[in-house]
């Protein structure tokens, strides 16, 4: 059974730069969650694919992220121009149906902006 | 807006014991589930137990177990039998029946001590 699955695991990278995540959802989940998590808080909602529309947007997902799930399998998150305050754990995460409500983690990419 | 609230930041137990960990959430919506997940130091969130709202009955899963008081909107996990692998931090996390996110409290870290 392959869960969740998403690379890199860490990255550092200075401030300003890019950076993209690859999240790869459990296979036959076609919805995908992206969250973050900074130190002491709880996971926060960011955006929700449901096959490959992006149907739901938090107001945390400034300009300078985008995320895109092209064909409704895997998905990408992207941070231009990283700032410090984008340092956190970035949680992706599948559910198969809204009938089955329960979401499915992944191990997260820790990012580190210095 | 929906918001849970997770009042222990830090718990222990004795291993072989029982313990309550607590969460309150606000909401105005009537139907909406109710979890429990488990952050293990360095790994991925697992869902523990789940409860729909409009079930009167409390969910169960082997040594886990909730206490749902929908009208004090409140929802408080038990562990029995606390094991050394029970070490973790929890989070209680709300979804309305229509919704597609997850909102968490900000985790309760609990210690199973030998």
């Known amino acids: 059974d392959t869960g969740v699955s998403q690379n890199p695991r860490h990255k550092i990278t200075k401030r300003g730069q890019n950076v993209t995540f690859r999240c790869d959802p459990i296979s036959e989940h076609n919805r995908l969650y992206w969250y973050r998590q900074t130190l002491g808080q709880g996971p926060e909602f960011l955006t929700y694919?449901?096959?490959?529309?992006?149907?739901?947007k938090s107001r945390l997902l400034s300009d300078r992220f985008s995320a895109e799930r092209p064909k409704g399998s895997f998905s990408t998150l992207e941070i231009q121009r990283t700032e410090q305050g984008d340092s956190a754990m970035y949680l992706c995460a599948s559910s198969i149906t809204s009938s089955e409500p329960e979401q499915y983690f992944g191990p997260g990419t820790r990012l580190t902006v210095t | 807006a929906q918001t849970v609230t997770q009042s222990q930041p830090e718990m222990s137990v004795q291993e072989a014991e029982t313990v309550t960990l607590s969460c309150t959430y606000d909401t105005s919506e009537n139907n909406y589930y109710l979890f429990w997940y488990k952050q293990p130091p360095s790994r991925q969130m697992i869902l523990v137990i789940r409860?729909?709202?409009?079930?009167?009955q409390n969910a169960t899963e082997n040594r886990f177990s909730v206490n749902f008081q929908k009208a004090a909107k409140s929802f408080s996990l038990k562990i029995s039998d606390s094991q050394l692998g029970d070490t973790a931090m929890y989070f209680c996390?709300?979804?309305?029946?229509?919704?597609?996110?997850?909102?968490f409290g900000t985790g309760t870290s609990l210690t199973v001590i030998p």
């Open positions: 409860q729909e709202a409009y079930k009167q």
């Open positions: 996390a709300f979804m309305k029946n229509t919704g597609n996110q997850f909102y």
């Open positions: 694919f449901q096959n490959e529309a992006q149907l739901e």
